[in-house]
T-cell receptor, first 117, second 112 residues
Framework: AQSVTQPDIHITVSEGASLELRCNYS??????LFWYVQSPGQGLQLLLK??????LVQGIKGFEAEFKRSQSSFNLRKPSVHWSDAAEYFC???????????????FGKGTKLSVKP | ETGVTQTPRHLVMGMTNKKSLKCEQH?????MYWYKQSAKKPLELMFV???????ENNSVPSRFSPECPNSSHLFLHLHTLQPEDSALYLC???????????FGPGTRLLVL
C-alpha cells in the first residue's frame, strides 16, 4: 500500500540549531515528492518539491531536502532554525502519471516543530 | 487577489443549518480539490474536480455537496452536519492532476 511516514510527531530545537525532519515513503515507483509547511490556522504552503534531476533540492525560507531512492526517503533540512520556522511540516508523495484514484497526493501525518529561544 | 482564496475563514453552524464554503483560484489551474483536516488525522481528500468535472468522491457523506461552476471556483455546500464534521476545510488547485497543488488558507468550521 502507498504510504508516507513521518516518524517524529513533535520536535523541539533551539533557535540557530540545525534541523532535519524525516520522511519515508512506500510507493510502487519513484513518485513526485513535496514538503509543505502549515502555520497555526493557515493553509499549506509549498516549501519545495522533487520531480527529477538533482536529488538535493532547494526550497524557500532556506530549506532543502534530499531524495534518497535507496532509502525511500526525502528528509527536510535547514542549517539554522529561526523562531518563525515554528509550524507543522507535511511530507507528501504523488504520482508522476495520473491513474484514476491513484493520482492523488498522499500526505504524512505531519511533524510539529517548536523552536526554543 | 493572488493564489487560492477561501471564504469564510471561520464558520460556526448548528446541525440544522445550511451553509456554503467558497474557494477561488487565481492561478489558471484546471484541477481543484477539497480536503478535510481534523486534529490528529492526516489530510483527507474529499473531492476532486478536473476541468469542472467531478472525478473523485472519496466516500464523503451526502451532507457535503460540492459544486464547480467553472475552473476557477469551487463550492462546498453543507447541510445537517454533525459535530464530528468540525475541522479545517482546505481547498487546493493544480495545473494538472499530477502537478503541484497550491492550497488556500482554509475555513475553520465548528458544528454545534
Amino acid at each position: 500500500a502507498q504510504s508516507v511516514t513521518q516518524p517524529d510527531i513533535h520536535i523541539t530545537v533551539s533557535e540557530g540549531a540545525s534541523l532535519e525532519l524525516r520522511c519515508n515513503y512506500s510507493y510502487g515507483a519513484t513518485p513526485y515528492l513535496f514538503w509543505y509547511v502549515q502555520s497555526p490556522g493557515q493553509g499549506l504552503q509549498l516549501l519545495l518539491k522533487y520531480f527529477s534531476g538533482d536529488t538535493l533540492v532547494q526550497g524557500i525560507k532556506g530549506f532543502e531536502a534530499e531524495f534518497k531512492r535507496s532509502q525511500s526517503s526525502f528528509n527536510l533540512r535547514k542549517p539554522s532554525v529561526h523562531w518563525s520556522d515554528a509550524a507543522e511540516y507535511f511530507c507528501a508523495v504523488g504520482p508522476t502519471n495520473y491513474g484514476g484514484s491513484q493520482g492523488n497526493l498522499i500526505f504524512g501525518k505531519g511533524t510539529k516543530l517548536s523552536v526554543k529561544p | 487577489e493572488t493564489g487560492v482564496t477561501q471564504t469564510p475563514r471561520h464558520l460556526v453552524m448548528g446541525m440544522t443549518n445550511k451553509k456554503s464554503l467558497k474557494c477561488e483560484q487565481h492561478l489558471g489551474h484546471n484541477a481543484m480539490y477539497w480536503y478535510k483536516q481534523s486534529a490528529k488525522k492526516p489530510l483527507e481528500l474529499m473531492f476532486v474536480y478536473n476541468f469542472k468535472e467531478q472525478t473523485e468522491n472519496n466516500s464523503v457523506p451526502s451532507r457535503f455537496s460540492p459544486e464547480c461552476p467553472n475552473s476557477s471556483h469551487l463550492f462546498l455546500h453543507l447541510h445537517t452536519l454533525q459535530p464530528e464534521d468540525s475541522a479545517l476545510y482546505l481547498c487546493a488547485s493544480s495545473q494538472d492532476r499530477v502537478e503541484t497543488q497550491y492550497f488556500g488558507p482554509g475555513t475553520r468550521l465548528l458544528v454545534l
